[in-house]
Structures are given as C-alpha cells and as structure tokens.
C-alpha cells in the first residue's frame, strides 16, 4: 500500500468511528464495531509509521506490513 492508500484507509474508518460516535446511544452492534474500527485505526496507524521508519533510515518502505490486531495491541505504552 502507498501512504495515501493508507491514509485514505485511515480517514474512511476516523468517517466511520465518527458517525457511530455523534449517535445518541449506540447498539451492542454498534459498540463492537466501534471496538474493531479503534484496532483498525491502531494496525494502519502503526503500518504507516514502519513504512516512515524504513524510508529515513534508507530502507524499503516497501518492507512494511500490516501486523496483526494481537501485535498493535499489546504494545507497551
């Protein structure tokens, strides 16, 4: 993915996350989708910041992969 691939990503699931957030009230449904849109956020998050690791440091930014929801969530803060 290029960065504005994954920017675009990162902005249509911000759109979404924010239209379930200006409800009033939301479902059970609802709620587990916001949960699975803030992992989403974090692994596209984390994906763009590899890809700009790698390109200052004179790598592939090519290299970068998506990493699993286990793996971006359980980062030590």
Same mark, same amino acid.
Request: proline share 2%.
């Given at each position: 993915?290029? *960065?504005?691939?994954? =920017? #675009?990503?990162i /902005?249509?699931?911000?759109? *979404?996350?924010h %239209? +379930?957030? @200006? /409800? %009033?009230?939301? @479902?059970?449904? $609802?709620?587990?989708?916001?949960?699975? =849109?803030q992992? $989403?956020?974090?692994?596209y998050? #984390?994906?763009?910041r !590899? /890809?700009?690791? +790698? @390109?200052?440091?004179g790598?592939?930014? #090519?290299n970068a992969g =998506?990493?699993?929801s286990?793996t971006?969530?359980?980062?030590? !803060?």
């Open positions: 993915m290029t *960065e504005k691939e994954i =920017l #675009d990503k /902005k249509n699931l911000e759109e *979404e996350e %239209n +379930l957030y @200006s /409800k %009033n009230g939301l @479902s059970t449904e $609802e709620r587990k989708r916001t949960g699975e =849109l992992v $989403e956020l974090d692994r998050w #984390d994906l763009l !590899q /890809k700009r690791a +790698l @390109s200052e440091f790598h592939n930014p #090519d =998506l990493r699993g286990d971006v969530e359980n980062y030590e !803060q």
